[in-house]
């Protein structure tokens, strides 16, 4: 296998390569192609259904930011519920909090059990937190029914292709809402923007009308390529994103996480968006 390239084919006209150290893991699971690679530079690397999902180089740009922001910006989140995410790197940052319960509700099991055998170091022990519950359901299926309350629910799925299409629409949203408590907060993954304009006007104005307050916020993973990530934001109340430097940074320095690309100043910083993005918003 030395030699060989993964060729990412998310995108028409562009197109990123990953060396092929080793292969590590090949499966077709039922949902979709898993691939499991070592590279050089980023470390190990999990591709599903030829598309770069996380590594372990820089994994920490995107679960830092889809977790600790909304996390920081609420305060008090003890419930929290996890859309996708089967690899594990949402859910091990969100333990790191003082929860008390984290519900993490992905569709491919085969993920997860792959996730937790190659990559143990995005992942840590997090299956194993007796306050992590792992379900192997459908994400919109889960939240129209499910009955509980979150204070928070992050959306780490795929890009909107096959079984994802429905986590971008809004009748999830609405369930989402739904599903929050009062200063609740949605976050959701949509898209690198200069690539994928439409998801992220979509996002933003599938949200819009359901929260008291809605936005995009942005984190930059190397390996998504193309410049800025944005998430999506939709919070039950105006506060969580307006809170002041000052009470973020004692909110971070309590909880004494560490971190690499996550600090109180990123988190404000990652609201004000390029007028590139900005402009999608209308
Ligand atoms: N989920 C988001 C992957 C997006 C990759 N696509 C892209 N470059 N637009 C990642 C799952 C990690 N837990």
Known sequence: MSGAWFAETLYRDYQQRLKISKVLHREKTGHQDLLIFENPYFGRVLALDGIVQTTEGDEFAYHEMIVHVPMFAHGKARRVA????????ALEEVLKHDVERAVMVELDPAVVELSRRYLPTICGDAFDDPRAEVIFADGTAFMKSCGETFDVIIVDSTDPLGASVALFERPFYADCHARLSESGILVTQSGVTFMQEQE????????KPLFADSWLYLTQVPTYGAGFMTLGW??????P????L???ERRFRAADIETRYYNPQAHVAAFGLPEYIR???G
């Open 200 to 207: 992220a006007r979509d996002t933003y104005a599938r949200m």
């Open 246 to 248: 000052e009470e973020i």
């Open 82 to 89: 996890i859309v996708g995410g089967g690899d594990g790197g």
């Open 241 to 244: 994103r307006a809170t002041p």
């Open 234 to 239: 939709g919070s039950r109340s105006a506060g």
């Open 279 to 281: 402009a999608l918003m």
